[in-house]
C-alpha cells in the first residue's frame, strides 16, 4: 500500500491556479514529519519545492515558487496541500509528496516516503 497519494493536477493555463492534494495513510500523523513536495520534468532530476516543518509548521520554499505556491497541512484529515498560483509553464512537472522524520529538508535522498505523483501541465 502506497502511505501517501497526491491527487489534484491537471492540465491548465499559464496564470491558472491548482491546488494539490496529498492523503497520507502513514502510522503517525503528519505533524510528526517534515512533509514535502518536490516535482520532476522530464529529462531533469527532482527538485525541491516547498516544505512544512514538524510541529508548528514552519515552511520554506524554492527561489522558483517562493510567493507563488503556499504549502499547508491539515492535521486532522491527515492530508497535505500545495497551493500553486501564477502557474508558468515551467512549472510542468510531475508532482510528489515526501515525508521524512529530520535531515535536509530539500534533498530528496533524505526522505522515506514517496507517493506516486500526479502530472502537473501548464500549456502557453
Known amino acids: 500500500q502506497v502511505p501517501l497519494v497526491e491527487s489534484g493536477g491537471g492540465l491548465v493555463q499559464a496564470g491558472d491556479s491548482l491546488r494539490l492534494s496529498c492523503a497520507s495513510s502513514l502510522r503517525s500523523p503528519l505533524s510528526l514529519y517534515v512533509m514535502s513536495w518536490f516535482r520532476q520534468a522530464p529529462g531533469k532530476e527532482r527538485e525541491f519545492v516547498a516544505t512544512?516543518?514538524?510541529?508548528?509548521?514552519?515552511?520554506y520554499y524554492s527561489d522558483s515558487v517562493k510567493g507563488r505556491f503556499t504549502i499547508s497541512r491539515d492535521d486532522a484529515k491527515n492530508t497535505l496541500y500545495l497551493q500553486m498560483n501564477s502557474l508558468k509553464p515551467e512549472d510542468t512537472a510531475l508532482y510528489y509528496c515526501?515525508?521524512?522524520?529530520?535531515?535536509?529538508?530539500?534533498?530528496?535522498?533524505?526522505?522515506?516516503?514517496w507517493g506516486q505523483g500526479t502530472q502537473v501541465t501548464v500549456s502557453s
Open positions: 512544512i516543518t514538524k510541529g508548528d509548521g514552519d515552511s
Open positions: 515526501a515525508a521524512q522524520y529530520s535531515g535536509y529538508y530539500y534533498r530528496p535522498s533524505e526522505y522515506l516516503y
